[in-house]
């Protein structure tokens, strides 16, 4: 069931963004100089019942988003609400998307960072 | 609390006990919060040496504001040793001095997040344990 949820979360940005490189995980990505990029994780937290055969996961998709240090913040802001806004209006079979929130990282190593959570819940049939 | 009252002093005691009651619960689901918080997070914590598990504390005091490098050798988890009780503010807390990279990632470095689940899942249990104690109440 995981599977499907991961899938279904990789295939939203695929079709939608175009915007920057994506980092993706477990998969070796090495970033250019002076190039922004984005790096997806999806993190599960819980699992209970919902209802007879049915169970509800939760979890999050936490992007993270590298600006070169001294770009300014406008247009990772503008790449952060293209993201969010991804999110809040499609629409998944047995997938919820909550409201999204923004965490501010900082400097490292040349680039400044900050990160989206996207917090999500997935409900499917035991059976399936 | 399925007897009647009729008089202004019984229905006082009513509501003291019924009050009493209630922050026994509330001390219950606070004092489970707290705990299972810390578990989850010592469980979602990444291991090399041991030492950023071993640096999670849960009080109900001051948190420190200051932060300690890692000195290397090999640590084990601490088990948390304070009294909760409905009203306080329990703080859950790591400064390991490199705790903030793990939970956010760097350029180089996913992140492994320990606080944001750990939060998120307390957020889940505590609605389903309020539910809990409103059903039982209720029957």
Redesign the interface.
Known sequence: MIEEAEKAIEIIIQSSWNDTPVDWDNVTFVPTKGNSYIRVQIEWIDAFGAGPGRTRETGYVMVSFFVPVSDGTRFQAKLIGKMSKIFSQVRVSGMQFKPSRVQRVGENRGWFQRNLLIPFEYTYCKEN | MGSRVSTGPELKKALDDLGKELVVDLDKVLGKLSLDGYREVIRRTPVRTGFLKSRWALTTGQVPNSTIKNPGGSYSEQQPNVKIKWGDVVGLYNNAEYAEFIE?????M??Q?MI??TF??LL??ST?LLDALSRERKT
């Not at chain 2, 956010?104 to 180089?108: D, F, H, L």
């Open positions: 956010n990632g760097t350029p180089e996913r992140a997040p944001q689940p998120q899942y889940g249990l389903r």
